[in-house]
C-alpha cells in the first residue's frame, strides 16, 4: 500500500511540473489568472530553505515512515533530476535547476502576456516605458543570469 501512495505522489508530482512548465502556452483562457498566481507561490515553495518541493517532501515522509526523514540518496530530494538521471541523462544540480527556472520564467511569462491580450491591457503604454523596461530587463538579464551560472 506505501508503494501505491508513493507512486500517486509522485504521478502528481510529475503532473504538477508539467503544468507548470508547458501550463502557459496551453491552460484555457480562463485559467489564466489561477496559474498566474499560483506559479510563484509553487517556485518559492520549492526555492526555500530546504530547496524541496511539499510533494518530494511528503514522499519522502511517506517512504521512510518519518515526519522528519534523513534521506538515503540526495536524488530523493530532487525529483525532476532524479527522474532524468534513472533516464541516463546526468545534468549537474546547479546546470539542472538554471534551465528549469528558465522554462518555468518562460512558460509564466507566456501566460502573462496571454492575459494581457486577452483584457486588452497595453504591456507598454508608451515609448519611453517601452525604451525603460526594455534596458531594466536586460541590464537585470546581463547581471543576475550569469550570476546564477557559476562558470569554472
Known amino acids: 500500500m506505501k508503494k ?3 507512486h500517486i505522489i509522485e504521478l502528481f508530482h510529475l503532473l504538477l511540473a508539467l503544468s507548470l512548465m508547458i501550463g502557459g502556452y496551453i491552460i484555457p483562457k480562463e485559467y489564466i489568472p489561477i496559474f498566474l498566481l499560483s506559479t510563484p507561490y509553487l517556485v518559492i515553495d520549492w526555492n ?3 530547496g524541496s518541493c511539499w510533494l518530494t517532501k511528503l514522499r519522502n515522509m511517506v517512504h521512510y ?3 522528519d526523514p534523513n534521506v538515503d540518496d540526495e536524488i530523493e530530494n ?3 533530476n532524479g527522474i532524468f538521471r534513472k533516464m541516463g541523462l546526468v545534468v549537474k544540480e546547479e546546470t539542472f535547476e538554471f534551465i528549469l527556472y528558465i522554462i518555468l520564467y518562460a512558460s509564466w511569462l507566456y ?3 496571454r492575459f494581457m491580450k ?3 491591457i497595453k504591456i507598454m503604454p508608451n515609448k519611453s516605458t517601452e525604451y525603460f523596461v526594455t534596458f531594466m530587463v536586460i541590464g537585470w538579464i546581463l547581471v543576475t543570469l550569469p550570476s546564477l551560472k557559476k562558470f569554472n
Request: glycine share 0%.
Open 4 to 6: 501505491v501512495i508513493i
Open 48 to 50: 526555500d530553505t530546504d
Open 65 to 67: 515512515q518519518s515526519t
Open 78 to 80: 530532487q525529483f525532476l
Open 111 to 113: 501566460a502573462y502576456v
Open 118 to 120: 486577452q483584457y486588452k
